[in-house]
């Protein structure tokens, strides 16, 4: 079994920063975009970020110009800088490559004063 492995993840205040890292096998990192998902309490599962192999990044709206994700290929490392945190980015964080059953453990984001 495939296994992504997660951290960074911890309680800051509002306004804070966090990086996250998660990496993956080297078979499946070359080969796949990356990407980093969330979910709140009560709510589905949210995709935050992309970005492919060749380093396009996506992001939905919510966190555009405070998150920014990036790979680095010689660690198979996908990280996420979250800057200007707001409570309502609290959620379990999730990386996940390509599209199929590859999923991090999770690591809990929780932002707070």
């Known amino acids: 079994q495939v296994q992504l492995v997660e951290s960074g993840g911890g309680l800051v205040q509002p306004g804070g920063s966090l990086r996250l890292s998660c990496t993956a096998p080297?078979?499946?990192?070359?080969?796949?975009?990356m990407a980093w998902y969330r979910q709140a309490p009560g709510k589905q599962r949210e995709l935050v970020s992309t970005?492919?192999?060749?380093?396009?990044?996506n992001y939905v709206d919510s966190v555009k110009g405070r998150f920014t994700i990036s790979r680095d290929n010689t660690q198979n490392t996908v990280y996420l800088q979250m800057n200007s945190l707001k409570p309502e980015d609290t959620a379990v964080y999730y990386c996940?490559?390509?599209?199929?059953?590859?999923w991090g453990q999770g690591t809990q984001v929780t932002v707070s004063s």
């Open positions: 996940r490559a390509g599209s199929g059953n590859f």
């Open positions: 080297g078979s499946i990192f070359s080969r796949y975009a």
């Open positions: 970005i492919t192999s060749s380093g396009r990044t």
